[in-house]
């Protein structure tokens, strides 16, 4: 009895580690703005509706406010953890193409970052490597399925 790794299709997979990766980016570059109570009154029509519900401005508000912001702390310290987990060069590679600035690009990683500098070939395996054990530690991988007809 064996455990084999499982064969990800990549480009699906690499399109949803790279989705993850830049909702990282976002939750990290644009702040939470908070929600606010109205305090003017408004006068709307009001059509009939249930009469046996009651709705709290203020609590959901506050609920909101509570539970977005540490949703996204969640979900940033679930990325860095594993980020954090894998090897030096994987990780350089993410964090520093994926994790930071917006315009980055790869040929900027490869070049410029790395020392000494690599090949675009091996840039490509490196990250492939990260990505399927990004995708495998996120548990957002896409396995290949087999055409069976």
């Known amino acids: 009895m064996g455990f084999e790794l499982p064969e990800l299709d990549r ?4 399109a949803a580690v790279e989705a993850a990766l830049e909702k990282y980016r976002i939750f990290k570059t644009i702040t939470f703005e908070e929600r606010e109570a109205s305090t003017t009154a408004g006068y709307n029509e009001r059509f009939h509706g249930p009469t046996n519900t009651t709705s709290d401005q203020t609590a959901s508000i506050a609920i ?9 702390r969640v979900y940033c310290t679930k990325i ?3 980020v954090a987990r894998l090897h030096p060069k994987e990780r350089l590679l993410i964090e520093e193409r994926y994790m930071k600035d917006d315009y980055v690009y790869d040929w900027t ?3 410029q970052i790395f020392n000494p500098p ?3 070939g091996t840039y490509t395996k490196i990250r492939w490597k990260a990505f399927y054990k990004l995708a495998l530690a ?3 991988a ?3 399925t087999s055409a069976v007809e």
């Open 11 to 14: 480009k699906r997979t690499q």
């Open 64 to 72: 909101h406010n509570v539970d977005v912001p540490a949703a996204r």
């Open 80 to 82: 860095e953890r594993a």
């Open 109 to 111: 990683v490869y070049q």
């Open 118 to 120: 690599i090949s675009a």
């Open 138 to 140: 996120l548990d957002i």
């Open 142 to 144: 896409i396995e290949k």
